[in-house]
């Protein structure tokens, strides 16, 4: 199955007497190994479409299914199993510890999830060394570039194995040449590992390097060329 499908997915908000209809029948399939752009402007339902794909938020219609599994009918408890498993979250803002090193920051939702200490600092290093950052391993984010902590946040993000990625402007807050070092680094991660990803960006350069490009049109999910 899909790693992602979405069908017929409905999402609105009341505004007043009335609804917002943000997604209206909405359907999407992304495969293993696909990066796939979310490109729309702002206000068009980007983040409602992260979310509703995150299991952070539940459609008002339709059905997404997360590696095969529908959602719709699972508790709070199953989709939030099911959410630390299958996703990992990269932000356009870290939200790296500050208090700890890169390291660290790589090996705690590992520790959350139960893995031992020595099994989780040998996976975090393994990342950062595949994000290039071995020689920062030590080091906390305020002594890093932007371009290292927001590699150190794709690191975290596969840390537990999810099977998607979501990310929301990854690159947002850095200049255009790091902003390719990093997708760089998040692309050889996805093939490597045999992920998929979902990238809301404004960046059409970057954009154009992803496997297939969507946007949103009148709540509906529509193919770019
Ligand atoms: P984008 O990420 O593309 O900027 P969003 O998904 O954040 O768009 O929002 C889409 C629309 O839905 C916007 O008009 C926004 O104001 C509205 N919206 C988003 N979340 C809520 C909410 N919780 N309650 C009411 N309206 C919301
Ligand atoms: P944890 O408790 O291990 O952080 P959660 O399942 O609560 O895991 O959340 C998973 C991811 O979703 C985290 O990266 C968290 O930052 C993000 N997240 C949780 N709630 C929201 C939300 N309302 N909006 C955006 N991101 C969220």
Redesign the pocket.
């Known amino acids: 199955p899909p790693v992602l499908r979405l069908t017929r997915v409905e999402?609105r908000?009341?505004?007043g007497e009335r609804w917002?209809e943000?997604l209206k029948s909405a359907d999407l399939e992304i495969r293993t190994g696909e990066i796939v752009a979310l490109c729309?402007?702002?206000?068009?339902?980007?983040?409602?479409?992260?979310?509703l794909a995150g299991l952070l938020?539940s459609p008002d219609g339709g059905e997404v299914y997360l590696g095969g599994v529908a959602t719709g009918s699972l508790g709070d408890a199953e989709r939030t199993r099911l959410r630390r498993m299958e996703i990992g979250f990269v932000y356009q803002f870290h939200h790296l510890l500050p208090e700890f090193t890169a390291l660290e920051n790589v090996m705690l939702p590992q520790m959350i999830r139960g893995l031992g200490r020595k099994e989780a600092a040998q996976r975090a290093r393994q990342l950062l060394s595949y994000m290039r950052l071995e020689a920062r391993a030590e080091h906390r984010p305020s002594e890093m570039s932007g371009g290292e902590q927001q590699r150190v946040a794709i690191a975290r993000a596969v840390a537990n194995v999810p099977r998607l990625i979501l990310a929301?402007e990854p690159t947002g807050n850095l200049d255009p040449k790091t902003a390719h070092y990093v997708f760089d680094a998040l692309q050889a991660l996805v093939r490597a590992s045999g992920l998929a990803a979902l990238i809301?960006t404004h960046n059409m350069d970057l954009a154009a390097r992803m496997d297939r490009r969507i946007t949103?049109d009148e709540g509906k999910i529509v193919e770019m060329a």
């Open positions: 999402r908000y009341p505004e917002l943000v729309a402007p702002s206000g068009a339902g980007k983040s409602t479409l992260l979310h938020e929301d809301a949103l």
